[in-house]
């Protein structure tokens, strides 16, 4: 991570990451498959309608562990075992906390939550059961994804893979076994994501304890440090506040699409944003990789090197995007019809937000490897500004104005938003990334980057 070429690293660290991200997704992939094949469409929409709202609430929580992945990636550049060490018990006890917080959050809120997002009454009720039963499982959830993200920081990409293959195949056989076999609904596919969210919690944790070195987990160590949990913070607050902005957008775009008062509408977006989803991880992937190899190249003293991570990364996330987004759209009925059989009405609609948003993807993933760079470098604010004032206030103030004309008032205006703000926000963070990596050089008085050479098209003027 921290010398040598980069290109045949960076793939064989991400691929891992795309394979664990696709399992993650199949967790609800799967649960929209079997409720919407044995139990119709009103179940697919009424699952798909929480997602939104369930990001909002552990989104913060999440954020705080790619504070983690800094910490400990920096750390481990440096050669700093102790920070490690601290690092690593910091981060695990955060999980748990965050855990029962937001478990007792989401099941209490989850009704009254729904309601204001104007979710249809038809499916108010399935919705709201979904979602609190969901949240039990959240504990166990913020425990892998900061276990996750503390082994990728140290290098190791197969091991949550692995782990997520197991919970994976689990997954699919309780589904099955909960809605066929014990005639349970949105429940049965719940409970199942609970079990296997707790499987991959144990083996993270498993993994973690049975390491030989400095990030080897001992439970009666347990603490929280002071230091650590400052630089966690320092990351990951910002990252968190972003996602949370992020998803009260999107909160907002599934208000906007519950406005249309249409079930149909509801469950051909909610089939069309998972399959998007697995386009999104696959990028999001190069994300978590530019974070982490940034953060190891300035914790070895080699900052230089981010200029080639990030155009690396960029170059990468473009061709998986650009593929990934056009294949989703050529095989999107068919993939569609996998979640909704009772309503080709819906597939249609579904295949609107397809066009609009599936086929330019990769501009998303342009605006998330250059926002991971950043955060990598130690940089989580400025990123974490403008992606506020570029996506996220700038999908709400086109709801509230252009969306809100009665002749705009159509799905393709309200997806159109997600384009612009791909666009401003990318643009604007390459401009920061430029300013960030020469107060590092300065500081660090490593001069000129060998990274970019003059004249290349990696100087922004």
């Known amino acids: 991570m921290v010398g040598g070429p980069l290109l045949k690293s960076v793939i064989i660290y991400t691929l891992p990451i795309i394979f664990t991200g696709i399992l993650q997704l199949l967790f609800n992939a799967a649960d929209l498959v079997v409720v919407g094949r044995f139990r119709g469409s009103v179940c697919v929409a009424a699952v798909g309608s929480t997602g939104a709202l369930i990001n909002l609430i552990i989104n913060m929580f999440i954020g705080l562990s790619v504070g983690a992945g800094v910490t400990v990636a920096q750390a481990k550049g440096a050669g700093d075992g102790k920070e490690m060490h601290k690092a690593v018990h910091t981060s695990i006890l955060t999980a748990l906390i965050s855990g029962v917080i937001l478990t007792a959050a989401g099941i209490f809120l989850a009704g009254r939550l729904l309601k204001l997002m104007d979710t249809p009454e038809d499916i108010l009720p399935l919705s709201t059961k979904y979602m609190r039963i969901y949240f039990v499982g959240i504990l166990s959830s913020m425990v892998y994804n900061f276990g996750a993200a503390i082994l990728r920081a140290l290098g190791d990409t197969r091991g949550p893979l692995m782990f997520l293959t197991i919970a994976g195949i689990i997954n699919v056989g309780l589904n099955v076994l909960f809605v066929l076999a014990f005639g349970m609904d949105v429940d049965g596919v719940a409970w199942a994501t609970v079990i296997t969210q707790t499987i991959a919690a144990i083996l993270v944790l498993m993994s973690l304890a049975r390491r030989d070195d400095a990030a080897k987990l001992?439970?009666?160590?347990?603490?929280?440090?002071?230091?650590?949990?400052?630089?966690?913070?320092?990351?990951?607050?910002?990252?968190?506040?972003?996602?949370?902005?992020?998803?009260?957008?999107?909160?907002?775009?599934?208000?906007?699409?519950?406005?249309?008062?249409?079930?149909?509408?509801?469950?051909?977006?909610?089939?069309?944003?998972?399959?998007?989803?697995?386009?999104?991880?696959?990028?999001?992937?190069?994300?978590?990789?530019?974070?982490?190899?940034?953060?190891?190249?300035?914790?070895?003293?080699?900052?230089?090197?981010?200029?080639?991570?990030?155009?690396?990364?960029?170059?990468?996330?473009?061709?998986?995007?650009?593929?990934?987004?056009?294949?989703?759209?050529?095989?999107?009925?068919?993939?569609?019809?996998?979640?909704?059989?009772?309503?080709?009405?819906?597939?249609?609609?579904?295949?609107?937000?397809?066009?609009?948003?599936?086929?330019?993807?990769?501009?998303?993933?342009?605006?998330?490897?250059?926002?991971?760079?950043?955060?990598?470098?130690?940089?989580?604010?400025?990123?974490?500004?403008?992606?506020?004032?570029?996506?996220?206030?700038?999908?709400?103030?086109?709801?509230?104005?252009?969306?809100?004309?009665?002749?705009?008032?159509?799905?393709?205006?309200?997806?159109?938003?997600?384009?612009?703000?791909?666009?401003?926000?990318?643009?604007?963070?390459?401009?920061?990334?430029?300013?960030?990596?020469?107060?590092?050089?300065r500081s660090s008085g490593t001069g000129k980057d060998a990274g970019a050479p003059e004249g290349s098209q990696a100087e922004i003027n």
């Open 218 to 441: 001992r439970f009666h160590k347990l603490r929280i440090y002071k230091g650590s949990l400052l630089k966690i913070m320092k990351i990951g607050l910002p990252a968190g506040f972003q996602s949370v902005m992020f998803n009260i957008s999107n909160v907002f775009i599934q208000s906007s699409v519950n406005s249309f008062h249409s079930v149909a509408v509801s469950s051909g977006n909610s089939a069309a944003g998972n399959i998007e989803g697995f386009v999104y991880v696959s990028m999001n992937a190069f994300h978590q990789t530019a974070l982490n190899f940034a953060g190891q190249n300035v914790g070895a003293g080699k900052a230089k090197r981010t200029w080639k991570i990030l155009l690396c990364c960029l170059g990468c996330v473009s061709a998986f995007g650009i593929v990934l987004g056009a294949l989703g759209y050529i095989f999107g009925r068919p993939l569609l019809s996998i979640y909704i059989v009772d309503s080709p009405e819906a597939i249609n609609y579904g295949m609107t937000r397809l066009a609009f948003i599936c086929l330019p993807y990769f501009l998303c993933g342009l605006m998330d490897v250059t926002t991971g760079t950043l955060r990598g470098m130690g940089s989580s604010f400025v990123p974490m500004v403008i992606t506020v004032v570029g996506v996220c206030v700038m999908r709400m103030v086109w709801i509230f104005t252009i969306f809100s004309i009665p002749r705009f008032h159509t799905l393709e205006i309200l997806y159109l938003s997600y384009i612009i703000s791909w666009i401003i926000s990318f643009v604007a963070q390459l401009i920061a990334f430029r300013v960030v990596y020469n107060k590092i050089n």
